[in-house]
């Protein structure tokens, strides 16, 4: 009886409170938080006219990943389209990296690009895979 009348006061006092409140504290560091994922949507753009990279700047501006395959484009198509698209990308200060024949991708600011593909397309010129 005189552990319940002791309880109580310090139950009054607020020291009970603090001391479960520590033991939660605790409780909680010992658990690992999980960091929840986010799931990132990559666009895939095969432009046939020059009218579609309005479409591919949105898409950057709404910081998702562009990959820009322009395999098939005719050479101006493309260096128009290349031309383009880096200049968004220069302004929004994404970064860009041609990652196949004739396969550029165009990450926004908040991404970066990590590679080990030798940088070829300054040995060979950008739009090597065109047929001139």
Do not use: H, Y
């Not at 009054?12 to 938080?33: D, H, N, Y």
Request: aromatic letters at 8%; hydrophobic letters at 40%.
């Amino acid at each position: 009886m005189a552990v319940k009348l002791v309880d109580k006061v310090l139950s009054f006092m607020g020291f009970e409170e603090e001391a479960v409140e520590e033991e939660t504290k605790f409780g909680r560091e010992e658990e690992p938080e999980e960091q929840p994922w986010r799931q990132v949507r990559v666009v895939v753009v095969e432009p046939k006219s020059f009218d579609e990279v309005k479409d591919i700047a949105e898409n950057l501006k709404n910081r998702r990943p562009v990959i820009v395959n322009l395999e098939q484009a005719t050479p101006e198509l493309a260096r128009r389209v290349v031309d383009f698209v880096m200049g968004a990308s220069f302004a929004l200060n994404g970064s860009q990296q041609k990652v196949g024949s004739g396969i550029f991708l165009f990450v926004p600011s908040n991404m970066d690009i990590s590679s080990e593909l030798k940088d070829q397309s300054r040995e060979k010129g950008m739009f090597s895979w065109m047929r001139t």
